[in-house]
């Protein structure tokens, strides 16, 4: 009599269980809270968030130069003058204001 060995269920559940875990840990890998997708979505934001800080430090420098220019050790006439204009909205008698 010729006996067919079948194989045992208990290995068969071993390896749809290596199966099943080498899935959820490529998955986690590529789609996880440290994954890849997430790792290229920080990177994103990091450089998004370097050009908002060079704007914002050129916006500060800006600033910082037309507070020096209003300050009682430089004073800038001009600039002086259009602060003056924009504030109070005053114009000199030669000019024509058109609305």
Not at 1 to 25: D, H, K, N, V, W
């Amino acid at each position: 009599m010729i006996r067919r060995s079948r194989p045992q269920l208990g290995a068969l559940f071993y390896f749809l269980g290596m199966i099943m875990l080498g899935l959820y840990f490529t998955f986690a890998a590529v789609q996880g809270d440290y994954g890849l997708f997430k790792r290229i979505e920080v990177r994103a934001e990091g450089q998004a968030l370097v050009a908002e800080l060079a704007s914002l430090e050129a916006e500060v420098a800006r600033m910082e130069n037309l507070t020096r220019r209003l300050s009682d050790t430089y004073l800038d006439l001009d600039l002086l003058d259009q602060q003056a204009r924009d504030v109070l909205g005053m114009i000199r008698a030669d000019e024509i204001v058109i609305r």
